[in-house]
């Protein structure tokens, strides 16, 4: 009789522990389940493509057919408009690319600042000079948005180069010098092939004048041509991970040196 009642009271006493510890256990699993369960917020592919100071290559060309006024004249307060002399430009652009930050930025406006050093020289199929060449600086804006391979892009570039003049010949409405400015701005969209490799599209604005340097000689009428532009781009130099897994080797090495 001892030894039953000594039973009943082992397996009530188990029953009693297995309901409390098996609904924890229970909770736990299902928390588990929920968290494999719930998707992870992938990570920003592109800030492997932009970031402070990488440095890039790219080769960018145009074809400029469409005469336009100088989209300044409002500011400067001269009105030229479009001369009966009408250009087609063909400009060809190598440039050396820094990322001056990272991505930042609010909304629509995330992204970073982007600096250009070029070299360019252009045709001209259409007009009585023949070629321009160029030495050129930029600043750019890239609009980036989380995981976008499309970033679109707003570019502004000035520059100082020389044209085989041709109004001190007798050529109505040609450029007065040969030492001339220029002006491009230019909006598109740059694709992302990886983080090595870019292509970009967009439309381009170009402005060729003297700066009236060569008034009251020969008037300064200038160039103002817009259309297509496509380029390539290409990194130079290891990626961030590389660069920063090498920082932190480099920076090892000097913390096991110092004494």
């Not at 592919?45 to 005469?67: D, V």
């Not at 995981?147 to 180069?161: M, T």
Request: hydrophobic share 40%.
């Amino acid at each position: 009789m001892v030894l039953t009642r000594l039973m009943l009271i082992g397996i009530l006493a188990v029953c009693s522990v297995d309901a409390i510890i098996c609904p924890a256990a229970d909770n736990k699993d299902s928390h588990a389940e929920a968290r494999a369960t719930t998707p992870q917020k992938r990570a920003d592919f592109n800030r492997e493509i932009y970031y402070k100071n990488k440095l890039e290559f790219s080769l960018e060309g145009a074809w400029l057919p469409n005469n336009i006024p100088f989209v300044f004249d409002r500011f400067v307060g001269i009105w030229v408009g479009v001369t009966d002399l009408h250009y087609t430009l063909v400009p060809l652009i190598a440039s050396v690319r820094w990322q001056m930050n990272n991505i930042a930025g609010p909304s629509v406006f995330r992204g970073n600042w982007e600096g250009s050093s070029s070299a360019s020289f252009t045709m001209i199929p259409r007009g009585p000079e023949t070629r321009y060449w160029a030495y050129i600086m930029g600043i750019r804006r890239n609009f980036v948005q989380p995981n976008w391979p499309l970033v679109p892009y707003f570019e502004g570039r000035v520059g100082i180069g020389d044209i085989n003049a041709k109004e001190p010949y007798g050529v109505l409405y040609a450029q007065g010098q040969d030492l001339t400015f220029t002006v491009l701005l230019d909006a598109g969209a740059r694709y992302n092939l990886s983080p090595r490799y870019s292509l970009a599209a967009g439309a381009t604005y170009m402005h060729i004048s003297n700066l009236y340097m060569s008034e009251p000689r020969y008037p300064n009428y200038g160039i103002n041509v817009w259309g297509p532009m496509i380029g390539a781009y290409m990194r130079w130099g290891g990626s961030r991970d590389g660069r920063t897994a090498k920082k932190n080797r480099d920076h090892g090495a000097v913390s096991a040196d110092t004494p």
